[in-house]
């Protein structure tokens, strides 16, 4: 982007021009680095409506440009794990359930289709929707490793795993009130 600001030619074009030009190569960095993706699915009562929602795009460490390497990012510590966690409940209201998975990221379909390299993410779809469980179910998070503080007292706030201890009470605070 230093480079498209400092070009002598910019005397030459209008400032919408120049913009254009910065946006397109930020979009063309994000393209190498933001590749992934959280796909969820939230739910505020049962039985009631199912919303999708992606969060992202978010970044990855090294280039995702196969399968292979997707798949070996998701054995690892993925820091959009953690924000998809979040969609297990309504932080708000501690309630809802939801679910979420991680997908990899495109701005263009040519580089999804060359991704898969031939079987399309339509065929993946197709073939993994019969196996997908018709009711959403909490999320476990009894082995998160980060507890949450309490934003007024600062100390440990409970947070009881919502698929494990659904009747467990959560941190209440009396200087929240």
Request: include cysteine.
């Amino acid at each position: 982007m230093a480079s498209i600001l400092t070009d002598p030619q910019n005397s030459e074009r209008s400032a919408e021009e120049v913009a254009t030009l910065c946006i397109e190569a930020l979009d063309d960095a994000r393209a190498r680095t933001h590749r992934l993706a959280v796909v969820g699915q939230i739910q505020y009562e049962a039985p009631g409506p199912v919303h999708t929602v992606v969060l992202g795009p978010f970044s990855c460490r090294g280039l995702l440009d196969t399968e292979e390497k997707f798949r070996g990012l998701l054995t690892g510590p993925v820091g959009a794990r953690e924000i998809g966690q979040d969609l297990a409940y309504d932080p708000a209201s501690k309630t809802g359930r939801g679910r979420f998975l991680l997908a990899p990221a495109f701005f263009k379909a040519r580089d999804a289709w060359a991704f898969y390299k031939g079987a399309g993410p339509a065929e993946v779809v197709a073939d993994a929707l019969p196996l997908l469980p018709r009711d959403i179910v909490p999320v476990c998070s009894c082995g998160l490793k980060a507890r949450p503080q309490c934003r007024w007292c600062g100390q440990a706030a409970h947070h009881p795993c919502p698929l494990h201890e659904p009747e467990a009470q959560t941190h209440r605070c009396r200087q929240a009130a």
